[in-house]
């Protein structure tokens, strides 16, 4: 009998073709905040404080916030057939977002996919700014917002074979504790040098086929 697969999925850059946050920053944020996010990249600054220091400096309204990312950001076209073939199969798929609760209802919403589980940050109105909070906190890891590396581990020890697919610096938690991770981009880069074996993919297509070709669908 086969192991029950569950699926832990990136949002940003992931399930999307654009990243939220980005999108957000650079329409309404500070214009050095890419200075920022090279630090986090480095290691110099936490996750944590990078996304209080760019997100606090938006003065987005929500119904700005809501316009540009219904305007901006696309899903993937190979995730809803991917997502409908994992529901046909009985293979549950959670979004794990080091991005934020608003985005991923904004953007799952004009694609006709929400609602979807998720574990996300929350994005707060603050007296005419944004204020991130983390309602995740980890035990076993303090530089990301929200480790996803903490339910990885959890669906683990209930017995899922747990499969990753990412393709960011907030991805590496997960990628480390994944029994099987699918990454692109940074992510790929990143877990080349670190010696954690991944997947190369482009499209959830190759995901799903990946899968087949180990004998797990």
């Not at 010696?195 to 995901?207: K, N």
Request: aromatic residues 8%; negative net charge; hydrophobic residues 35%.
């Amino acid at each position: 009998m086969k192991p029950q697969l569950l699926i832990a999925c990136d949002f940003d850059g992931t399930v999307t073709r654009q990243d939220t946050l980005v999108e957000i920053l650079d329409r309404y944020g500070d214009v050095c905040w890419r200075e920022v996010q090279e630090k986090v990249v480095s290691g110099e600054l936490s996750i944590r404080d990078g996304l209080q220091s760019e997100m606090g400096s938006v003065r987005a309204t929500p119904e700005e916030m809501k316009s540009l990312l219904t305007e901006k950001v696309e899903v993937d076209p190979t995730f809803p057939g991917f997502l409908r073939s994992m529901r046909q199969r009985g293979i549950p798929l959670v979004c794990l977002s080091g991005g934020f609760d608003l985005c991923l209802e904004i953007v799952l919403s004009k694609a006709g996919l929400w609602p979807l589980p998720y574990l996300a940050n929350r994005l707060i109105r603050n007296n005419g700014s944004w204020r991130v909070e983390f309602p995740y906190p980890s035990l076993n890891c303090q530089a990301c917002g929200h480790c996803k590396g903490d339910p990885i581990r959890g669906w683990n020890e209930q017995g899922y074979l747990t499969v990753f697919v990412g393709n960011g610096v907030t991805d590496r938690c997960g990628a480390r504790h994944a029994k099987l991770t699918f990454a692109k981009d940074e992510l790929h880069t990143w877990a080349q040098a670190q010696g954690i074996a991944s997947v190369r993919y482009e499209t959830f297509d190759d995901v799903e086929e990946g899968l087949i070709r180990r004998g797990w669908l």
